[in-house]
């Protein structure tokens, strides 16, 4: 579902020739498996942010090559990558990026409009979901009404819109206390054994880490592997 080959990246900081190269990424070289969960996981500054840009198609690696679901993306134009992430890649962040103006229900909505779906089948499509998440009677309030954990749940609802194969979080639980936390991590782990959803994982959080199949420690811009503390299971996180 993903895969890298010998990605690096770096960055130029300063004035064109004077410009200082800072590496941050190196011969990175990364499988994730159809239905997997699996959580990278570093300090700040390991490089885990530029990792999750490069799977998103918002930089491009400046050497290796990069494949989502079966194609490779390294060398997409804009337009494709967008087209690609809208069918393919869910996002959850640790800030929700809710938009305040919209109520929950026209947050999850949104992939939808931009497809182009009808009114009735968006309707469908979005009570269905955020009755599966947990919030459908919540459909009606805007994210300044609602909890952090009923914000990530909406999150969660639009980032899973457009069915994709592909969830990449980053820091999902960073804005969650410990009870909120328990259950998206639960949600997560259900989305996965129902429907096999692959999940990528950024975190710093034991916590996360421990629900995924493999664990992958980014340090100082190289990857290693951990063993993995979770497995695919619907058993609930107490």
């Known amino acids: 579902m993903i895969e890298m080959n010998r990605v690096s990246h770096q960055f130029s900081i300063g004035k064109k020739g004077k410009e200082r190269i800072v590496p941050v990424l190196h011969d990175i070289d990364l499988r994730v498996e159809e239905g997997e969960i699996v959580a ?3 300090r700040s500054g390991s490089g885990k942010s530029t990792l999750l840009n490069l799977l998103s198609g918002y930089i491009r690696p400046t050497s290796g090559t990069i ?6 993306v390294t060398g997409l134009s804009e337009g494709d990558w967008s087209n690609f992430r ?3 890649l869910g996002f959850m962040f640790q800030s929700f990026q809710l938009i305040p103006s919209m109520t929950a229900f026209e947050n999850a909505e949104l992939p939808l409009v931009l497809q ?3 009114i009735a089948e968006r309707r469908r499509r979005v009570m269905t979901l955020l009755e599966q998440v947990g919030v459908a009677e919540y459909a009606g309030h805007y994210p300044g009404e609602l909890s952090g954990g009923q ?6 609802a639009r ?3 457009l069915n994709p194969p592909i969830v990449l979080a980053d820091e999902p ?3 969650l206390d410990s009870d909120n936390e328990r259950q998206l991590l639960n949600l997560i782990r259900r989305l996965n054994a129902d429907l096999g959803i692959t999940f990528v994982l950024i975190t710093h959080d034991e916590q996360v880490a421990a629900i995924a199949r493999r664990t992958i420690a980014l340090k100082d811009g190289y990857l290693s592997n951990a063993p993995g503390k979770g497995a695919v299971s619907t058993d609930e996180i107490h």
């Open 116 to 118: 182009g779906i009808g």
């Open 151 to 156: 914000q990530q749940r909406v999150s969660v």
């Open 86 to 88: 809208l069918k393919h």
């Open 67 to 72: 494949r989502l679901a079966d194609r490779n």
């Open 173 to 175: 639980t960073g804005s």
């Open 159 to 161: 980032a899973l819109m």
């Open 40 to 42: 990278i996981v570093g």
